[in-house]
């Protein structure tokens, strides 16, 4: 079950009312007036109702392991942790030697960065220019297509103002 709350947010220029809210929050933290401009924009956004996913529970490692184990697995659950750190190791292994793995149903991983840009061709000097190097990963189409086996449960947090927590709804393809 694919929990979720929801939630009012702005249907346009979510960064410009995010940063308006901030500065009005800023403002009267200080025991300032906000600026017009700022309760301006906030009042004048069209505001729409956005689900947030909501996490029940997080697998670790060997929480994963014996999950796995629990499908009728033939191997241990020593065996399962073992076999997926070494994946770790042979993915971040393979990605600095700038290779990319297709691991199938699981998906895609290969190398992305952040860099800030040279004057010229000859300025650039990546130690200084590449500010990070992090994997990135696709899903493949056999985990991009959650939404077709989905069942949905509508729950409330601190940012619901009106829900119910008996409404499901079951997305069918």
């Known amino acids: 079950m694919v929990k979720y ?24 933290k200080a025991g300032q007036e906000p600026a017009a401009e700022d309760e301006a924009i906030i009042e004048a956004a069209e505001m729409g109702a956005y689900a947030q996913l909501q996490s029940t529970a997080t697998l670790d490692l060997d929480a994963f392991a014996e999950h796995i184990t629990s499908h009728g697995c033939v191997y241990s659950k020593g065996d399962i942790v073992g076999i997926l750190t070494m994946a770790t190791d042979c993915i971040r292994e393979n990605l600095l030697l700038g290779n990319r793995i297709n691991l199938g149903d699981l998906g895609t991983f290969w190398l992305s960065m952040t860099q800030r ?5 000859a300025d650039y000097n990546a130690g200084a220019n590449i500010k990070s190097l992090r994997a990135s990963w696709q899903a493949s189409d056999r985990l991009r297509g959650l939404i077709k086996n989905a069942e949905f449960e509508l729950t409330t947090t601190k940012k619901t103002t009106s829900a119910t927590s008996s409404n499901t709804h079951r997305i069918t393809p």
């Open 5 to 28: 709350s929801l939630s009012m947010k702005p249907v346009k220029d979510i960064a410009v009312y995010n940063a308006a809210l901030g500065r009005i929050n800023k403002a009267k």
């Open 117 to 121: 840009p040279a004057e010229s061709m």
